[in-house]
């Protein structure tokens, strides 16, 4: 089993309840608001036996695939866009997660070796500027919390007033370090250009961002968004239970203060996205707890325009090293994650299917499990990759528009909000991006290039 040091932890939560598969199933075919135990007894196909039911599971992805049907019809869609991560610097110290090199490696007296990097606004800007030319309207920003990055320049100079202040409030100088990332504001004046839609911020960045301050985060949203910010990523997430946050992440903020970032970000008018990172040490009724606290920050704000389940990647994480868990989620776990994810959240339209997480194709299958969304063609990406993933760093309209017809369904590309989608002719002589601003429909790079070796 992928779980099998999953029982080790003497976990408050566990997946037991009084509720029966049968009644849970029903439902959800009725498209009753499920219960968590009804959640519970989905993805586990039933508490009272060890294991997952092949003949139930089946039952839970059908039921899924026709709510997806009612939903948002059989379009699958996708977005053009770009992943520009500004610094590797973090030490936050999530268990998860090998993106981050220890900011120490990055100061100006530091002989250690590593492979992270930072980039500063100007060059930031001009990796964005290059895709927007290419036609590429939407840039994904996640980066670590550099000891460096403060808001803006009133920010650096309230950490720097702090006593001890790298160790109080992770605060360094700018000039202790090789290289500068500028401010959160600069970042985003930087990246907001060419009309591209600058999805960046998650909470726990917000986080790093009013840190040492007295200021809310509605306040710090407010300046990012009139920095040039349009939505919000709801990573930073992973199971929403504080005793598996403590295990994973200790060094993150909390439950509530995610959920209050989130709701800051909306408040101030940000689109955001919510996620789930799961398969690590976590059990049924943790991923269930999520969704409900997902379900309901959406019914305060209707501001989630996507869920995006993350498996987690293991081989080269502390998580794994440290031999606490052994692999990630399995196929079954997976296909019954989203599937219940499709269920459980009534309020959220569209469920994100990852081919960086899954593969091509299991991220195919995936769409007809309850997803409906096939991520974008980020042509790069680091943190995956560096957690040992293998499934690459980009894809072609072309490679989309063939794997989506391939299992039958209508290519469409998206914008980040939804808003607008436009459906792709498979008959077409060749694909590339058109919702954009420079997006004249060329492809975004020909066969047999790759985005670091295409000609623009
Ligand atoms: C790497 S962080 C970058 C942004 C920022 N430092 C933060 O934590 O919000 C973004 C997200 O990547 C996801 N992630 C990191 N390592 C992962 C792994 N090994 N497998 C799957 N997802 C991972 C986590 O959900 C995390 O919140
Ligand atoms: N699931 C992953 C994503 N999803 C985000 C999308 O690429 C896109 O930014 C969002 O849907 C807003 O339009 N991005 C990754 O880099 N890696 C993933 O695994
Ligand atoms: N960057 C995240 C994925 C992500 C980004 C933005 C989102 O809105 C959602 C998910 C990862 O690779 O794990
Ligand atoms: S998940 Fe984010 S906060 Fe945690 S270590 Fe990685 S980069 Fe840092």
């Known amino acids: 089993m992928a779980d099998a040091s999953r029982g080790e932890f003497d976990f408050e939560h566990v997946p037991e309840t009084d509720q ?40 839970v992805l059908e039921a899924a695939d026709r709510r997806r049907e009612e939903v948002v019809g059989d379009r699958v869609t996708f977005v053009a866009n770009l992943n520009n991560n500004v610094t590797t610097a973090c030490n936050t110290g999530c268990l998860f997660c090998n993106f981050k090199d220890s900011s120490h490696k990055f100061r ?15 060059e930031s800007r001009e990796v964005v500027r290059a895709a927007a030319k290419r036609g590429i309207y939407e840039v994904t920003s996640v980066s670590g919390l550099h000891p460096a990055f403060a808001l803006d320049d009133e920010h650096h100079e309230i950490l720097a007033g702090h006593a001890n202040a790298a160790r109080t409030v992770n605060y360094r100088p700018p000039d202790e370090y090789d290289t500068d990332p500028g401010t959160y504001l600069e970042q985003m004046r930087a990246m907001s250009t060419d009309g591209i839609h600058l999805h960046s911020m998650t909470p726990e960045e917000a986080y790093h961002a009013r840190r040492g301050t007295d200021w809310s985060y509605e306040e710090v949203y407010r300046r990012l968004k009139n920095a040039g910010l349009s939505s919000a990523p709801g990573t930073a997430a992973e199971i929403l239970v504080d005793e598996v946050r403590d295990v994973i992440c200790p060094g993150k903020i909390d439950t509530q203060g995610w959920l209050d970032a989130m709701e800051a970000a909306a408040t101030v008018g940000l689109d955001m996205t919510a996620t789930i990172m799961y398969g690590h040490v976590e059990n049924e009724a943790h991923r269930i707890l999520h969704l409900e606290k997902v379900r309901d920050l959406q019914d305060r704000t209707g501001a989630i325009t996507e869920f995006v389940p993350l498996s987690f990647i293991h081989p080269n994480t502390p998580l794994h090293d440290r031999g606490i868990v052994e692999s990630g989620a399995t196929d079954d776990e997976d296909e019954l994650l989203i599937a219940v994810s499709r269920l459980f959240l009534d309020n959220i339209e569209n469920i994100q299917s990852s081919w960086v997480k899954y593969g091509d194709q299991q991220g195919l299958k995936m769409l007809s499990c309850g997803a409906n969304d096939f991520m974008g063609t980020i042509l790069s990406e680091e943190i995956t990759k560096r957690a040992g993933g293998e499934f690459g760093e980009y894809r072609s309209f072309a490679e989309y528009v063939e794997m989506i017809t391939a299992i039958g369904r209508t290519p469409a590309e998206r914008s ?34 790759t ?6």
């Open 451 to 456: 985005p670091a070796t295409a000609d623009d």
């Open 416 to 449: 980040t909000d939804y808003r607008r989608i436009r459906d792709i002719d498979p008959e077409s002589e060749s694909f590339g991006p058109r919702l954009g601003p420079q997006s004249d429909g060329t492809p975004l790079f020909d066969a047999g290039t």
């Open 108 to 122: 100006a007296d530091s002989t250690a070796e590593h492979a992270g990097f930072t980039k500063t606004p100007a």
């Open 20 to 59: 029966s598969f049968e009644n849970a199933l029903r439902n959800a075919r009725d498209g009753d608001r499920l219960t968590v135990a009804d959640g519970i007894e989905l993805i586990t196909t039933g508490t009272e036996s060890e294991g997952i039911d092949p003949e139930r599971k089946e039952a």
